[in-house]
Nanobody, 127 residues
Framework: QVQLVESGGGLVQAGGSLRLSCAASGRTFSSSVMGWFRQVPGKERGFVAAISWSGGNTDYANSVKGRFTISRDNAKNTVYLQMNSLKPEDTAVYYC????????????????????WGQGTQVTVSS
């Protein structure tokens, strides 16, 4: 069992930065692929970024490449999403997700591949 708690969301002006954190409980964090997804009302929850269990493999949605950085600290059971050069279209609820038992180093892009989810944190970017 893994419990995920996101923090760090808020209101920021376009061009600004935020860092989201996702604190995980449970002993399986270090063997989990961690992902960030986002959702706006009326749309599907979409992939933003993911990181392999070791941190050696990362990938991003095209819309955030070069602006967002995902990282993890397995000693602290925490994954981060550094978001720079924010745009109004980045406004969404951001969710942290975990896929446990993933030692292959692969990245997972589909929400249904993930086993556990946080409650979400709102990010609002004003123009």
């Amino acid at each position: 069992q893994v419990q995920l708690v996101e923090s760090g969301g808020g209101l920021v002006q376009a061009g600004g930065s935020l860092r989201l954190s996702c604190a995980a409980s449970g002993r399986t964090f270090s063997s989990s692929v961690m992902g960030w997804f986002r959702q706006v009302p009326g749309k599907e929850r979409g992939f933003v970024a993911a990181i392999s269990w070791s941190g050696g493999n990362t990938d991003y949605a095209n819309s955030v490449k070069g602006r967002f950085t995902i990282s993890r600290d397995n000693a602290k059971n925490t994954v981060y999403l550094q978001m720079n050069s924010l745009k109004p279209e980045d406004t969404a609820v951001y969710y942290c997700a975990a896929k446990t038992g993933a030692y292959s180093g692969n990245i997972y892009y589909i929400r249904y591949d993930y086993d556990y989810w946080g409650q979400g944190t709102q990010v609002t970017v004003s123009s």
